[in-house]
C-alpha cells in the first residue's frame, strides 16, 4: 500500500500516516490552562457581581472632590509665602472666609431650599467683587410648564 502523501514541509512531501502523535502530556498541559483561565474568569465574574454598590455617582463624588481640593488648594497657597508660624494662623481664616463666601454666594437665598430637589436659578450680576448673585430661584413643580417671562430676565410658570 502506497502512503498517503499529504503538506509540504521544508521542501519535501511528508508522510501523513508517519506524523507523530500529540503526546498526552500536551493534552493535560492544555487541559490545565483552560481550567485555570476558567477558574480566573469566574472569580472575576464571582467579585464583580458581590462588589458592593455604592450610593451616589461619580459625577457627584467628583464635584465633592473637587469642591474640597479647590478649598485646600486655595489654603495652602495663601499660606505658602508665610512664615512658618503663620501658616496655620492664615489658612484657618482663609478656610473660614471661603465658607463664608460659599454661604454669600446664595445672596438673600441663603436660606429655605429644600435639598434633593430641582429648581430653575437665574444667574444675575453680582455686587461689590462678587462675579455673580442669584436673581431668582424656582422649585420645580410635577406637571407645570415653565418659559421664559417677558423681558427675558425671569423664569414663570406657563
Not at 93 to 107: E, V
Not at 108 to 127: A, F, N, Q, T
Request: hydrophobic residues 40%; contains cysteine.
Amino acid at each position: 500500500m502506497a502512503p498517503l502523501l499529504g503538506h509540504w514541509r521544508c521542501g519535501r512531501k511528508m508522510d501523513l500516516m508517519n506524523r507523530h502523535p500529540i503526546p498526552k502530556r500536551a493534552y493535560l498541559l492544555s487541559a490545565v490552562v483552560v481550567a485555570v483561565c476558567a477558574v480566573f474568569a469566574g472569580a472575576f465574574l464571582l467579585g464583580r457581581g458581590t462588589a458592593p454598590t455604592h450610593s451616589g455617582t461619580w459625577v457627584e463624588g467628583n464635584a465633592v472632590g473637587y469642591d474640597e481640593g479647590v478649598s485646600v488648594g486655595r489654603a495652602l497657597q495663601i499660606g505658602s509665602a508665610l512664615p512658618a508660624g503663620t501658616k496655620d494662623v492664615a489658612t484657618k481664616a482663609f478656610q473660614q472666609g471661603y465658607r463664608a463666601g460659599l454661604i454669600d454666594s446664595f445672596g438673600s437665598y441663603d436660606g429655605g431650599w429644600s435639598l434633593d430637589r430641582p429648581y430653575i436659578v437665574v444667574i444675575g450680576k453680582g455686587i461689590g467683587d462678587a462675579p455673580y448673585r442669584i436673581d431668582q430661584r424656582e422649585l420645580l413643580q410635577s406637571g407645570v410648564t415653565y418659559q421664559v417671562c417677558k423681558g427675558g430676565t425671569a423664569v414663570c410658570p406657563s
